[in-house]
Structure formats: C-alpha cells, structure tokens
C-alpha cells in the first residue's frame, strides 16, 4: 500500500509541474515578439517577460531545493523509497533552474540595453 500511495503522490506531482511548464509558455517571448521589437517599450516588455519567466525559475530551483532536503531528511526511513538518488535529482534540477533563471536575468538586461540604444539619433 504504502508503494501505492508514493507512486500515486510522483504522478500527481509530476502532473503539477508540467502544468506549471505549459503555464510558463503562455508567459515566454515569442519569436514574432524579438522580431518586431523596435521601441524602448517593446524592448522593456520583452524584458519584463524574462524577468517573469527568472522569477519564476528562481522559485522552482527553490522548491526542488527544499525538496531535496526532504529527501535527505527521509533516507532511510521509508522502506522501498531511493531518497538519496531523489535528493540527488532535485539538487540537480534545483541547480539547472538557478542556471536558466540567470540566463533570462541576462537576456532581461540585454534587452533594457537594446531599449536605450535603439532609438538614440546618429
């Protein structure tokens, strides 16, 4: 029962967070978007976009961090569960989303670049 019950909480937590991704497309910039970005203030959008999606990826690389601390916390405990290998995934993802959070911080500041360069007169 208790397989049951761990296997049954992975899926729905699986659903959850595939959710969240689907979710976070709607938000993201959209080629057309970079393509016909010509003023500051399509620039600043462009850029608010990635700090929303930075945001957002900081808040997931905090929860698999938390989670993997849960993980360290039950090793051992629950018969049949590989903790130590679901830790070890969650501080990987954890890690990955802090990497693509700053990629997007960067791509968010690029853009505010563009947005004072692309109107100054020659």
Known sequence: MNGL????SAGVAAVMLSGSAWAA???????TQIEAAKTPADHEAIAAAYDKE???LES???EH????????AV???QKGMNAPAMGAHCR?????YKSAAEE?????AAHRQMAKDCCVSK
Request: avoid cysteine; hydrophobic fraction near 50%.
């Open 5 to 8: 019950v761990t296997m049954l």
């Open 25 to 31: 497309d709607a938000a993201m910039v959209s080629p």
């Open 54 to 56: 930075a945001a957002r």
């Open 60 to 62: 997931m690389a905090k």
């Open 65 to 72: 961090e938390s989670m993997a601390r849960s993980y360290q």
């Open 75 to 77: 090793a051992g405990m």
């Open 92 to 96: 990987r993802l954890a890690t990955e």
């Open 104 to 108: 997007n911080r960067q791509l968010a």
